[in-house]
Nanobody, 127 residues
Framework: QVQLVESGGGLVQPGGSLRLSCTAS????????IGWFRQAPGKEREGVSC??????????LYADSMKGRFTTSRDNAKDTVYLQMNGLLPEDTAVYYC??????????????????WGQGTQVTVSS
C-alpha cells in the first residue's frame, strides 16, 4: 500500500519544540521533493516548507513567521523527512501534513505537483 505517514505531533507549551517525521510505505521518499503543509481550524491549508530530493537540509520556508524557527531535513538511510519546529507559538497550532512531489524540486508554497499526501498529525501549542 502506497502511503505517507506523519508522526511526532502533540501538545506542547509555547516556546517548546517538536520534531515531525514523514515516512512512506510502498515507495521511497529519497526520489521525491517533500513538502510540509499545515491547516489550522477555519483556515486554508498553507505551505510550510519543502526539501528537494538532492538536499539533506532545507531552510526553504514559506512564511516569515516560521523563519529561524523551523528546519526541514531528510535522512535517506532512514527514508525519513523531518520538520524540526522550535519556539512554537499558539498560532502554529494546526494539522501538519507531508506530501511528495515526484518532480524532485520545490516550487513554492502551493500544493501543485504533490501527488501523495499523508493523513496529518495534530500540533497543538497551548499553555
Amino acid at each position: 500500500q502506497v502511503q505517507l505517514v506523519e508522526s511526532g505531533g502533540g501538545l506542547v507549551q509555547p516556546g517548546g519544540s517538536l520534531r515531525l517525521s514523514c515516512t512512506a510505505s510502498g515507495f521511497s521518499l529519497r526520489y521525491y521533493a517533500i513538502g510540509w503543509f499545515r491547516q489550522a481550524p477555519g483556515k486554508e491549508r498553507e505551505g510550510v516548507s519543502c526539501i528537494s530530493l538532492s538536499s539533506s537540509t532545507s531552510n526553504t520556508l514559506y512564511a516569515d513567521s516560521m523563519k529561524g524557527r523551523f528546519t526541514t531535513s531528510r535522512d535517506n538511510a532512514k527514508d525519513t523527512v523531518y520538520l524540526q519546529m522550535n519556539g512554537l507559538l499558539p498560532e502554529d497550532t494546526a494539522v501538519y501534513y507531508c506530501a511528495a512531489r515526484p518532480a524532485g524540486w520545490c516550487l513554492g508554497p502551493s500544493a501543485e505537483g504533490y501527488n501523495r499526501w499523508g493523513q496529518g498529525t495534530q500540533v497543538t501549542v497551548s499553555s
